[in-house]
Nanobody
Framework: QVQLAESGGGLVQAGGSLRLSCAVSGRTFSSYAVGWFRQAPGKAREFVAAISRSGGRTHYSDSVKGRFTISRDNAKKTAYLQMNSLKPEDTAVYYC??????????????????WGQGAQVSVSS
């Protein structure tokens, strides 16, 4: 069974930075595509960023492009979301997700099989 655990959330002022980590259990992390999603109070869950199993392909939502960077370390079975120039509208619970992929693709819809419990990110103005 694959389990995901996010860490690194917290409270930061606007303009600040945070790095989220997503540790994935299981022996075949390198065969999983990984994505980050977020959900603000009263809003639907939305796509943030995705990375292919090799790390060679990435994709971002327009709202975070140029500010956030997704990456992964397959040896450490961990994915990351570096968030810079944070804005109050980035406040949300952030979820990482993983799905077995037969090709080196990014997945931008919430069809992932495995999800973490979420990490709160709060940005004050």
């Amino acid at each position: 069974q694959v389990q995901l655990a996010e860490s690194g959330g917290g409270l930061v002022q606007a303009g600040g930075s945070l790095r989220l980590s997503c540790a994935v259990s299981g022996r075949t992390f390198s065969s999983y595509a990984v994505g980050w999603f977020r959900q603000a109070p009263g809003k639907a869950r939305e796509f943030v960023a995705a990375i292919s199993r090799s790390g060679g392909r990435t994709h971002y939502s327009d709202s975070v492009k140029g500010r956030f960077t997704i990456s992964r370390d397959n040896a450490k079975k961990t994915a990351y979301l570096q968030m810079n120039s944070l804005k109050p509208e980035d406040t949300a619970v952030y979820y990482c997700a993983a799905d077995a992929a037969t090709m080196d693709i990014v997945i931008v819809t919430p069809i992932y099989d495995y999800w973490g419990q979420g990490a709160q990110v709060s940005v004050s103005s």
